[in-house]
């Protein structure tokens, strides 16, 4: 049924979570998987003239954004790993990240998203958004919502 499983991550307990039971599903199915993680895209947020004083160059936030995705993927390939199940990784920076798991599972060719949500609602919902909503909304790929 479902041969390339797209697993998004945000580093979250309840991404490891999702990970786990992602995997254990790829492993029944014989599917691969496919780990994704977004970080922010670097954006300076400069008020006429005024730059904040912590700003860091684009050079160290590429730095960092590659370390916490190696470190976020691993998680996936090391539970991909220890239950036989094939796996690639990889991320992409973006403004919205919900936009880059579904152009990520087009691209790789993904027929699953499986991802955690983390259930926002009211206020920080509004606020915050939903990106398993809005990859739920969105994407002509199947999605799963684990919680």
């Not at 307990?13 to 496919?34: D, E, F, N, Y």
């Not at 190696?70 to 991320?91: D, M, T």
């Amino acid at each position: 049924m479902f041969r390339n499983i797209l697993i998004p991550t945000d580093g979250s307990a309840l991404s490891g979570k999702a990970i786990q039971a992602g995997v254990a599903m790829a492993r029944t199915l014989g599917a691969r998987v496919t780990g994704f993680y977004s970080p922010e895209r670097y954006e300076i947020l400069a008020y006429g003239e005024y730059f904040p004083p912590d700003l860091v160059s684009r050079a160290e936030w590429e730095n960092r954004s590659k370390k916490t995705a190696s470190r976020f993927l691993a998680v996936i390939e090391q539970e991909a790993i220890a239950a036989g199940v094939q796996y690639s990784g990889l991320f992409l920076a973006s403004i919205a990240p919900w936009e880059a798991i579904i152009d990520a599972a087009k691209n790789e060719k993904c027929d699953l998203i499986f991802m955690a949500s983390h259930g926002r609602a009211g206020l920080s919902g509004l606020l915050l958004g939903s990106q398993a909503v809005k990859v739920l909304t969105h994407s002509p790929v199947p999605v799963l919502i684990y919680k």
